[in-house]
């Protein structure tokens, strides 16, 4: 008897502490959803993994995976994309049976953080797994939420006819689900992407319709009244975006922030109007809803558009009055972003009134200020890309100290601006930057500069209240002195193991005119760094021993139009139709020769009528704006007359081009050339590995490359992917040279599993693929591989995966077709493989700079490679390569054809370090 009370006892104890057990863990998980909710991101993180040991003890799956769910959607906010994924790896694998809803759910959330990577692949496919879900669940709301996403991702990419039709498939099954707040959201969608098309009356009818639910349901008027104010907005229709933000003034309830959030709307339409008097007038009622409400930052937010306004309507004293009291409040809540754009706009008054001093001193604390938060990039702040955002700050910089006469003060702040931008580009990619230094380190940078800025980001909206809390103040003062102690020790440690991450991420400085004479440049080697501005060119020209800079009177838009005229021939003989309606001839036979010579006298005569060029001199570019997409190779110094000759295109053995004198190369930034950075390279027991030729069509038999999502993605974007026979006896020819330390790839082999596994290994490696532009996202340009349904690559070697990579090569060459394009950003030149390779650890890298015709590059490459093995440095060697070809003629398309055309020899060119 007294063994079966015991046992009882026993069971009773073991549920009630079951029961605890449950109701602590939902408790903490309760809690940390209000942390959450109220940006206590540090505190909602320790009671998600407090509870998640005890769901784990508790063996309660479902909780254990919501607890990761939670985790990834926190780590996501932080902007810790690789752990947030990890997170929502755990977490899919413990939702199963009744949960399988929750599968769905986290697939949403990954393809999320993809699509803010511009990763289109892997964020359809989390999209498209999602759906299959919902669907199988006969889950409307989910299915809904799915073709949303889908459509989002689609008006990302600028396919807005698909991306209307899967907004218009989640609006279909959110009226079936009957979720009032999803169909008005899907309706403004829709609206939108008629805005984008140009349809705008069935963009507003939309809206309306909207409207007109939400209307009818109080807890989501104001929500889609500020969401159709916007769009509204976006698109000019200005008077119906007021109407819009003010009917939802009408719908806060009483909510200050809302109230607030309107009143900002309001006054920035008047504003886009220019209704200045109205504007300012609704930004004093910001003003004083933002003291009722105990916002001290919203009252300081429209304190600060207030002074723009006086700005721009010369009403300076007034202007300069709101700006030093916003500047008091930014320094005093350690709001660096605000700090910098209020002191730009001082600096801009104090020049335009002649107080130079003062101006000086206000745009050299914007820059310090500016380097100083380069950790925050990746933050709501800056969302926006770092090109269009930061950039023209310190071009401004540059030209105030240009007109002084500070040359130097002007190159130093214009390599700082490239070292800087480089690092954005990077960092807008949200990749891994490995080259050498140790992954434990890495994670922690990553992971203490995320707790620095969410640290610094909760100090700011604390010290903002009117009535802060000391005690939440005090606890995050500690814990940031504490992170950055953290932080500084981990640098120093990547510092050392590392020289080039220590670059990219700001550890050590961009080279000054002094150090790049001591520390790069060698007798006879030149760098000629350009700066485009709206009405002229500067152009340094740094030796040994000299430094000069030259102004050049020509406008950026004449620049811009004399390029475009001698690239547009290339640009149309890659289109089939344009082959179908013209000639190959009648193409090339366009390009001017006449332009070129002006291109010489604009961009090369006025250095060579200052400094003394010797003849084979080396010429180390640094190019700017649409420069980067100009061989300086093809520019023509005189035409003389002409021999008659029978070969098509023997016109162009009148011009001397510039090539025929100078040995020409390329960088990004002079800083790259820091010896310092150069890292310790193993000595590889292989030469030379090569791909060619890969195989479009799966090697399963099953499917071919236009049938796969990847390439379908690839297809909607304009690609095709055709058979490359000539790069195949290209490689095998190159490979000869190199007796038996050389190693191909072609056709079904030519994958990029195996380049992944092999890269590291070759002293030489060249990729004679496909190249696929992608000038949106320049980071997902890439290398097409051949095809395998069975492999874990996808086939596409993207700018982003390049970079992960552990490149060992002396050398990487990339013949294909527009290699060493991407996309163009104001400062920081162009993003794409070019880029990824050299930080991958390669130090120069051959591209090209349209798409090439077959027999003349397998030529150039072959002609190349002896040169090189021959003990030329690698930039001679593509001059005199290129020098040899254009010597040569050959027979394409029943024509005898002169090889002399820029076209066959000037696409491909030399970036990186020679030597």
């Known amino acids: 008897m007294y063994k079966i009370i015991s046992v009882m006892v026993l069971l009773c104890l073991f549920l009630f502490s079951s029961v605890l057990a449950q109701e602590n863990s939902d408790n903490l998980m309760k809690s940390g959803m209000d942390y959450y909710r109220d940006g206590k991101l540090d505190k909602a993180e320790e009671e998600f993994n407090k509870a998640l040991e005890l769901y784990k003890n508790s063996k309660d799956l479902k909780g254990e995976g919501l607890c990761h769910l939670k985790l990834g959607d926190l780590y996501n906010t932080l902007g810790l994309y690789e752990k947030a994924l990890g997170s929502y790896d755990n977490a899919l694998n413990l939702f199963t049976g009744p949960d399988k809803k929750l599968q769905g759910d986290v697939f949403i959330a990954r393809g999320d953080i993809f699509l803010s990577r511009g990763n289109y692949q892997e964020s359809m496919k989390s999209y498209e797994k999602a759906l299959n879900i919902y669907k199988e669940l006969s889950d409307n709301k989910g299915e809904g939420s799915s073709f949303e996403h889908i459509g989002d991702l689609y008006y990302d990419l600028g396919l807005y006819e698909e991306a209307l039709k899967y907004h218009r498939f989640a609006l279909e099954s959110f009226n079936k689900s009957g979720d009032v707040r999803d169909r008005t959201v899907a309706l403004c969608k829709i609206g939108e992407d008629y805005f984008v098309t140009g349809k705008s009356e069935f963009g507003l009818q939309k809206l309306q319709e909207s409207l007109n639910i939400a209307r009818t349901d109080r807890s989501i008027s104001y929500d889609i009244l500020m969401i159709t104010g916007s769009i509204c907005s976006n698109y000019g229709f200005y008077d119906n975006s007021l109407s819009m933000y003010k009917e939802g003034r009408d719908r806060t309830e009483g909510d200050k922030n809302k109230e607030k959030k309107a009143l900002f709307r309001i006054a920035g339409v008047l504003l886009l109007k220019g209704d200045y008097e109205n504007s300012l007038s609704v930004y004093e009622e910001v003003m004083r809803v933002s003291e009722e409400g105990g916002d001290k930052g919203g009252k300081i937010d429209a304190l600060f558009n207030m002074a723009d306004i006086y700005r721009k309507n010369s009403r300076t004293e007034r202007s300069i009055e709101g700006y030093l009291e916003c500047i008091g409040f930014y320094r005093q809540t350690g709001n660096r972003w605000g700090l910098i754009k209020t002191e730009q706009n001082l600096a801009d008054i104090y020049d335009t009134r002649g107080e130079l001093e003062s101006a000086s001193g206000y745009y050299m604390d914007s820059i310090k200020n500016l380097e100083e938060m380069r950790g925050e990039l990746e933050t709501e702040d800056l969302k926006e ?174 620049l811009i139009s004399k390029v475009e005229s001698f690239r547009t021939p290339f640009e149309k003989l890659k289109s089939d139709v344009y082959m179908k309606q013209e000639s190959f001839k009648e193409i090339l036979s366009r390009v001017d020769l006449n332009n070129l010579h002006d291109l010489y006298n604009i961009l090369f005569k006025p250095l060579a009528q200052k400094v003394a060029f ?129 190693d191909i790839y072609i056709r079904k082999d030519a994958t990029e599993e195996r380049f992944k596994s092999e890269c590291s290994s070759y002293k030489y490696l060249l990729l004679a693929t496909h190249g696929l532009l992608n000038e949106k996202n320049p980071m997902e340009s890439s290398l097409a591989f051949s095809m395998n349904s069975r492999s874990s690559e996808d086939g596409f070697l993207k700018a982003s995966e390049v970079l992960n990579l552990d490149i060992n090569a002396d050398l990487v060459v990339l013949s294909a077709c527009e290699t060493g394009l991407g996309k163009i950003r104001t400062g920081e030149g162009v993003v794409g493989l070019t880029r990824s390779f050299m930080y991958a650890g390669t130090p120069s890298i051959v591209v090209s700079l349209w798409s090439v015709e077959s027999s003349s590059t397998a030529r150039l490459m072959e002609i190349f490679y002896k040169k090189l093995l021959s003990g030329m440095n690698k930039a001679e060697a593509l001059r005199q390569a290129k020098l040899e070809l254009m010597k040569q003629s050959d027979n394409l398309y029943g024509d005898s054809v002169s090889y002399r055309h820029p076209f066959f020899w000037a696409p491909f060119v030399f970036v990186g370090n020679s030597e």
Do not use: H
């Open 614 to 742: 010797p003849k084979n001199s080396e010429l180390i570019i640094v190019p700017d704006g649409i420069l980067y997409y100009l061989p300086f190779e093809v520019l023509v110094s005189e035409i003389q007359t002409q021999n008659k000759s029978n070969l098509i295109f023997s016109n162009f053995s009148a011009a001397k081009f510039l090539i025929e004198d100078y040995n020409i190369d390329y960088v990004p930034s002079a800083s790259i050339l820091d010896p310092d950075l150069a890292e310790a390279r193993e000595k590889n027991s292989r030469k030379y590995l090569g791909f060619g030729n890969p195989s479009f069509e799966d090697t399963a038999g099953e499917i071919t490359v236009n049938e796969t999502l990847s390439a379908g993605l690839i297809r909607l974007q304009g690609y095709s992917l055709k058979p490359l026979p000539g790069t195949e006896i290209e490689v095998k020819n190159i490979c000869e040279m190199f007796k038996d330390s050389g």
């Open 385 to 558: 890309s770092f090109s269009e955002k930061v950039m023209p700050m310190y071009r401004k910089v540059i030209d105030f100290f240009l007109k002084r006469g500070k040359t130097l003060d002007a190159f130093n702040y214009l390599e700082m601006s490239r070292a800087r931008a480089l690092l954005d580009s990077l960092r807008m990619a949200k990749v891994d930057i490995k080259k050498g230094a140790e992954p434990a380190l890495l994670e922690g940078d990553r992971n203490l500069q995320a707790e620095i800025n969410y640290l610094e980001k909760s100090l700011q909206e604390e010290n903002a209240k009117y009535n802060p809390d000391s005690q939440r103040i005090k606890e995050l003062e500690e814990k940031l002195e504490d992170t950055r102690k953290k932080l500084s020790s981990i640098k120093e440690k990547l510092s050392l193991k590392s020289p080039s991450y220590s670059f990219l991420t700001g550890i050590k400085k961009s080279l000054t005119v002094e150090e790049i004479q001591k520390k790069v440049l060698k007798e006879n080697q030149y760098i000629l760094e350009y700066f485009v501005s709206n009405e002229k060119i500067n152009v340094w020209v740094i030796s040994k021993n000299t430094v000069s800079l030259i102004e050049i009177p020509v406008s950026e838009k004449d």
